[in-house]
């Protein structure tokens, strides 16, 4: 069984910074893309930025230049530095692997975590 575990959530003012962890556990084979996602209350989950195994990034478009994505694969870990923050950066952040367990290794499967909150607050 793979689990994802996220830190680092909470409340910070407007302009602040916070640092996401999330690390992947379990019967783990191989992981291929991790990412961040996040959900405001009443929209749609999107993607906030994605970084591969070889360590190339890809970011939503309002995020890019205040966030930053990076990887330990020998933690099988993703963090998501946020600065600069706004408040329509408050949101549920989901981070999400695709990996191959050991059990299947032959088609990745998607993961995600249970959610952390992140408050901004004017």
């Known amino acids: 069984q793979v689990q994802l575990m996220e830190s680092g959530g909470g409340l910070v003012q407007v302009g602040g910074s916070l640092r996401l962890s999330c690390a992947a556990s379990g019967s783990i084979f191989r992981i291929n893309d991790m990412a961040w996602y996040r959900q405001a209350p009443g929209k749609q989950r999107e993607l906030v930025a994605e970084i591969s195994s070889g360590g190339d990034t890809k970011y939503s478009t309002s995020m890019k230049g205040r966030f930053t994505i990076s990887r330990d694969n020998a933690k099988s870990a993703v963090d998501l530095q946020m600065n600069s923050l706004k408040p329509e950066d408050a949101a549920v952040y989901y981070c999400?692997?695709?990996?191959?367990?050991?059990?299947?290794?032959?088609?990745?499967?998607?993961?995600w975590g249970q959610g952390t909150v992140v408050t901004v607050s004017p």
């Open positions: 999400n692997a695709q990996i191959l367990s050991r059990q299947n290794v032959i088609v990745p499967r998607d993961y």
